[in-house]
């Protein structure tokens, strides 16, 4: 699969802010809908936020007031305000679109970035 370019991760304590960046590595992407995805040690990957193709967002009620997903042309972003530990995980971005001139609609991942908070 294409690969999706992850950056931004850290360690920061509570209270703290991080933004994360996503970004396709090929020129000729044509994107629809877009999320962040995190997993901490131990536990399961979950959704953290969506965005539509037509910048509509979501949230989990975990993140909901803190954190904020956006897009700029095809780059995405999470801003993280007010960490908590347990915001502790690795965030992976997943993007759905189309590669080239492929009428497939494929999901696409990036490669992690941790993130670490601490009290």
């Known amino acids: 699969q294409m690969q999706l370019d992850e950056s931004g991760g850290g360690a920061v304590q509570s209270g703290g802010s991080l933004k994360l960046s996503c970004a396709p590595a090929?020129?000729?992407?044509?994107?629809?809908?877009m999320g962040w995805y995190r997993q901490a040690p131990g536990k399961q990957r979950e959704l953290v936020a969506t965005?539509?193709?037509?910048?509509v967002p979501n949230y989990a009620d975990s993140v909901k007031g803190r954190f904020t997903i956006s897009r700029v042309k095809n780059m995405w972003y999470l801003q993280m305000n007010n960490l908590k530990p347990e915001d502790t995980a690795v965030y992976y971005c997943?993007?759905?679109?189309?590669?080239?001139?492929?009428?497939?609609?494929?999901?696409?991942w990036g490669q992690g970035t941790q993130v670490t908070v601490s009290s």
């Open positions: 997943n993007v759905n679109g189309r590669l080239g001139i492929s009428q497939q609609i494929r999901s696409y």
């Open positions: 090929a020129a000729m992407f044509t994107p629809s809908d």
């Open positions: 965005i539509t193709a037509d910048d």
